[in-house]
């Protein structure tokens, strides 16, 4: 499976939202280089994913594409709070879709993927962000927004997880802040990646791995993705959406230090795996 991340960042004016991702997909075998974040066509929201690959990623490439497709939804003239219904909609047409199931099984099972819709809505002024998950009481999929734990935090973190091993992502999390005297004074700034590639960097959570992948959405919506050196000591790669960039690959997007969250211009990044 894997493991996604969602928060409210404070930089700047108007802050920012955050979505991160590890790269592994799980079967049998490991492989680190896979996207899991999709931004949307209409520059002010992502798509991400956790769960069963072989029914998430054509519910993630159909929702990317039913933004294409409606003139409404990729101009904003919808706004996000009125999209995430729509791709409710989306999926559970898709669910209907599926035939031929092996004999005993009379339907997919809803519960082992989860997405992730979050970015910059107009309407409200806000960031959002939901998981997109199956509600068995309601026997249809639903969502989940955003949470700003108001119990351990008293509403200063707006943060999400999903995916495998969020118990210790959260734990992890809550013991950073902790230690840093701030889980009920200030906003969040990169402790969700840090925890994230804390994790990724760890042999105990064999599910997720690979370079971390990372998206930030503006409030005057925009979408902007960011590239990462890795591993994170000693870098020898600088990976985009989890891929590791070819020798004579160009990238138009900075790049983020993991070892002190430094943003890097495109030539200083080649010149640190260079050096």
């Not at 008293?154 to 013991?175: C, E, H, S």
Request: proline share 7%.
């Amino acid at each position: 499976m894997t493991l996604v991340t969602a928060w409210i960042r404070e930089a700047g004016n108007g802050g920012q939202l955050v979505v991160a991702s590890d790269s592994r997909l799980s079967f049998g075998a490991r492989w680190d280089c896979c996207p899991k974040i999709v931004p949307l066509l209409r520059n002010d929201s992502v798509l991400a994913f956790c769960g069963d690959t072989a029914f998430a990623y054509p519910v993630l490439l159909q929702l990317a594409n039913a933004v294409r497709n409606y003139e409404k939804v990729q101009s904003r003239e919808m706004d996000i709070t009125d999209l995430r219904p729509h791709f409710l909609k989306v999926i559970e047409s898709m669910r209907t879709q599926v035939t031929g199931l092996p004999k005993g099984k009379h339907a997919i099972d809803p519960t082992d993927f989860v997405v992730l819709f979050a970015g910059y809505s107009s309407k409200v002024k806000e960031f959002k962000a939901w998981a997109l998950t199956y509600d068995k009481a309601k026997g249809a999929f639903n969502y989940k927004p955003l949470s700003f734990h108001t119990k351990r935090t008293k509403g200063t973190k707006p943060f999400l997880f999903i995916g495998d091993n969020v118990p210790d992502a959260m734990q992890l999390l809550y013991r950073k802040l902790i230690d840093q005297k701030r889980l009920t004074t200030g906003g969040l700034d990169m402790e969700p990646l840090e925890v994230l590639t804390e994790m990724c960097e760890s042999a105990k959570y064999d599910k997720i791995g690979g370079p971390p992948q990372i998206v930030k959405v503006y409030s005057f919506a925009n979408v902007l993705p960011v590239n990462v050196l890795w591993p994170r000591e000693n870098p020898t790669m600088i990976a985009h959406f989890g891929r590791p960039l070819l020798p004579y690959e160009g990238s138009r997007y900075a790049c983020l230090d993991l070892n002190d969250n430094t943003l890097l211009a495109p030539y200083d990044a080649y010149a640190k795996i260079a050096g």
